[in-house]
């Protein structure tokens, strides 16, 4: 597993997470960048996979298609309630677990009314 530390990374602002390229990337604690080949799949996706990855695809599209008033009502409420997401990441959260207390929670600690 090949090891890249390279401050001029960090320099310039791009941080090194995910896939890029045939490349998988993390940062380690003290900032330290692991690489590594991506693996292909030696077995086709379950089903359960799958339906992971259509709910949170259907938790995105609901996303966009909020209007923007929605959008902005989200936002707000996760930065009143001192969220460490964003109002896309609560919204998508919620919808992933279909957690309505989450949401109720929110829009409590918040102040603003989320629908």
């Given at each position: 597993?090949p090891?890249?530390?390279?401050?001029?990374?960090?320099l310039?602002?791009?941080?090194?997470?995910?896939?890029?390229?045939?490349?998988?990337l993390?940062?380690?604690?003290?900032?330290?960048i692991?690489?590594?080949?991506?693996?292909?799949?030696?077995?086709?996706?379950s089903?359960?996979q799958r339906a992971?990855?259509?709910?949170?695809?259907?938790?995105?599209?609901?996303?966009?298609?909020?209007?923007?008033?929605?959008?902005a009502?989200?936002?707000l409420?996760?930065?009143?309630?001192h969220?460490?997401?964003?109002?896309?990441n609560?919204?998508?959260?919620?919808a992933v677990k279909?957690?309505?207390?989450?949401?109720?929670?929110?829009?409590?600690?918040?102040g603003?009314?989320i629908?």
């Amino acid at each position: 597993m090949p090891r890249v530390h390279n401050p001029l990374i960090r320099l310039l602002g791009f941080i090194a997470q995910g896939d890029l390229g045939p490349l998988t990337l993390y940062t380690k604690p003290r900032e330290r960048i692991v690489a590594f080949l991506k693996a292909p799949p030696d077995k086709p996706a379950s089903q359960w996979q799958r339906a992971t990855r259509n709910r949170w695809r259907l938790a995105l599209t609901r996303w966009r298609a909020l209007p923007p008033a929605i959008k902005a009502q989200w936002a707000l409420a996760a930065r009143r309630a001192h969220c460490r997401a964003t109002g896309l990441n609560v919204f998508i959260s919620a919808a992933v677990k279909s957690d309505r207390s989450v949401i109720r929670t929110i829009a409590r600690q918040s102040g603003v009314p989320i629908t």
